[in-house]
């Protein structure tokens, strides 16, 4: 069946046409400047070239009426007509505390969707525009919510509560959600299979370092804790976003700077990270690789804290699993960095972890990047929250 994965921004929409029985991709692209001047279409068939036009999309809807366009465009196409496609997987950012899995979508759900739109309001209005859009255009195709937040929703109330009164939990709904969830959960399932191990009996690290960063401790193929909370700014220290700090913090630098708290919730998500600590110099590790390696101060000391800061995490989870069997590194940076992951694992010699530096050079590809007789095995998985989000989605119609 092919399913049409769809992953909604404010301002963007993301696409996947994906076999479910191959799990191959027949088609991917973009649309970019939704509601802007110049928006565009960047569509790509399988082994072809990308196909660039710019088309006026005022809304979602002239968005996903182009992508359909694409889908069943009789030269670059990939299906004749709508009845092809069997289903459609919307990521959804946010699903609270109501939805510990990925549903079918009616009425209620995105109803429901929208009552959690408090806690995520960036994203899950654009998450929204995008499922009414596709609900409008496409009424008798199925279509499935897979939400971000879900697989972290196993978390023990140790884990997910924060030191404030208990009222906030009670009355609002703050506590540790945790997100990319669907990455956490893929990468997890497909470790196991690399290590030759039944998930059930495997202690896992995930690291999914990309412009947005989180660990998670899975036990047993469930998540117990992650490193972002009620929203993605806590955690690691990512491209622009700050992470963990002390929250006096925000008070201290409005009262410093004249600021208001939107001013300063803007210099911690859009101002700070790597791209803070490096001066401004960049939020892209690539840059920052490489001012790291000629040594300057700018790229050294963005590098050295990020890495110390996902070592910690990966030392915290360690003794909440009581133990760990496997550390996984993915997502951009996770994926590509030799450098990123050999300096994380300079600090894990109490668990015995030894490189092999000649896999470790790999990229791409599912590997194991420790030696045999490492302590504790270390991987790098790809990895694939599109093919994630189709095989919920055809689940979800089997059942
Ligand atoms: P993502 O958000 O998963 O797309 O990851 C984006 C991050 O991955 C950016 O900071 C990129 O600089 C980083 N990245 C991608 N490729 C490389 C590479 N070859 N070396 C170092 N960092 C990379």
Redesign the pocket.
């Given at each position: 069946m092919n399913i049409l994965v769809i992953n909604c921004g404010s301002s963007s929409l993301k696409f996947q046409l994906i076999d479910s029985e191959s799990e191959q991709v027949s088609a991917k692209g973009l649309c970019e400047r939704i509601g802007i001047a110049g928006s565009r279409l960047v569509y790509q068939k399988a082994g072809a070239d990308k196909q660039v036009s710019e088309a006026p999309m005022p809304d979602h809807k002239a968005a996903i009426r182009m992508v359909i366009g694409a889908l069943t465009d009789r030269e670059t196409g990939v299906v004749t007509s709508l009845s092809q496609i069997g289903a459609v997987g919307h990521r959804i950012v946010h699903g609270g505390e109501r939805f510990a899995a990925s549903v079918l979508l009616d009425d209620d759900v995105t109803e429901a969707i929208e009552a959690c739109s408090g806690l995520a309001p960036l994203h899950n209005p654009a998450n929204l525009t995008g499922i009414r859009a596709c609900r409008e255009l496409m009424p008798d195709t199925p279509m499935a919510a897979v939400f971000d937040t879900a697989f972290h929703q196993t978390m023990p109330q140790e884990a997910y509560l924060y030191g404030i009164p208990y009222d906030c939990y009670e009355k609002y709904g703050i506590r540790r959600y945790g997100f990319h969830g669907t990455s956490h959960s893929y990468v997890s399932k497909r470790a196991a299979q690399v290590m030759g191990r039944d998930l059930a009996t495997l202690k896992l690290i995930v690291c999914?370092?990309?412009?947005?960063a989180s660990v998670s401790a899975v036990r047993y193929g469930k998540s117990v804790d992650t490193s972002m909370g009620l929203t993605p700014l806590e955690g690691l220290i990512m491209?622009t976003r700050s992470g963990d700090m002390d929250p006096a913090i925000i008070e201290f630098i409005a009262h410093q700077e004249g600021k208001t708290l939107a001013e300063v919730m803007e210099i911690l998500n859009k101002e700070s990270g790597v791209l803070g600590l490096s001066g401004g110099l960049s939020?892209?590790?690539?840059?920052?690789?490489d001012a790291y390696c000629r040594e300057m101060p700018e790229g050294i000391r963005a590098i050295k804290t990020f890495v110390y800061r996902v070592a910690k995490y990966i030392g915290a989870y360690t003794a909440a699993m009581n133990g760990v069997d496997g550390i996984c590194f993915t997502?951009?940076?996770g994926?590509?960095?030799p450098?990123?992951r050999s300096l994380v694992c300079e600090y894990l010699g109490y668990l015995g972890v030894r490189l092999d530096q000649e896999q470790n050079q790999k990229?791409g590809q599912d590997t194991v990047i420790s030696t045999p007789d490492s302590g504790t095995a270390v991987l790098v998985i790809p990895?694939n929250e599109e093919l994630a989000i189709a095989r919920e989605a055809a689940a979800l119609l089997q059942k």
């Amino acid at each position: 069946m092919n399913i049409l994965v769809i992953n909604c921004g404010s301002s963007s929409l993301k696409f996947q046409l994906i076999d479910s029985e191959s799990e191959q991709v027949s088609a991917k692209g973009l649309c970019e400047r939704i509601g802007i001047a110049g928006s565009r279409l960047v569509y790509q068939k399988a082994g072809a070239d990308k196909q660039v036009s710019e088309a006026p999309m005022p809304d979602h809807k002239a968005a996903i009426r182009m992508v359909i366009g694409a889908l069943t465009d009789r030269e670059t196409g990939v299906v004749t007509s709508l009845s092809q496609i069997g289903a459609v997987g919307h990521r959804i950012v946010h699903g609270g505390e109501r939805f510990a899995a990925s549903v079918l979508l009616d009425d209620d759900v995105t109803e429901a969707i929208e009552a959690c739109s408090g806690l995520a309001p960036l994203h899950n209005p654009a998450n929204l525009t995008g499922i009414r859009a596709c609900r409008e255009l496409m009424p008798d195709t199925p279509m499935a919510a897979v939400f971000d937040t879900a697989f972290h929703q196993t978390m023990p109330q140790e884990a997910y509560l924060y030191g404030i009164p208990y009222d906030c939990y009670e009355k609002y709904g703050i506590r540790r959600y945790g997100f990319h969830g669907t990455s956490h959960s893929y990468v997890s399932k497909r470790a196991a299979q690399v290590m030759g191990r039944d998930l059930a009996t495997l202690k896992l690290i995930v690291c999914h370092l990309g412009n947005g960063a989180s660990v998670s401790a899975v036990r047993y193929g469930k998540s117990v804790d992650t490193s972002m909370g009620l929203t993605p700014l806590e955690g690691l220290i990512m491209g622009t976003r700050s992470g963990d700090m002390d929250p006096a913090i925000i008070e201290f630098i409005a009262h410093q700077e004249g600021k208001t708290l939107a001013e300063v919730m803007e210099i911690l998500n859009k101002e700070s990270g790597v791209l803070g600590l490096s001066g401004g110099l960049s939020s892209d590790f690539r840059d920052l690789e490489d001012a790291y390696c000629r040594e300057m101060p700018e790229g050294i000391r963005a590098i050295k804290t990020f890495v110390y800061r996902v070592a910690k995490y990966i030392g915290a989870y360690t003794a909440a699993m009581n133990g760990v069997d496997g550390i996984c590194f993915t997502a951009g940076l996770g994926e590509n960095s030799p450098l990123i992951r050999s300096l994380v694992c300079e600090y894990l010699g109490y668990l015995g972890v030894r490189l092999d530096q000649e896999q470790n050079q790999k990229r791409g590809q599912d590997t194991v990047i420790s030696t045999p007789d490492s302590g504790t095995a270390v991987l790098v998985i790809p990895t694939n929250e599109e093919l994630a989000i189709a095989r919920e989605a055809a689940a979800l119609l089997q059942k």
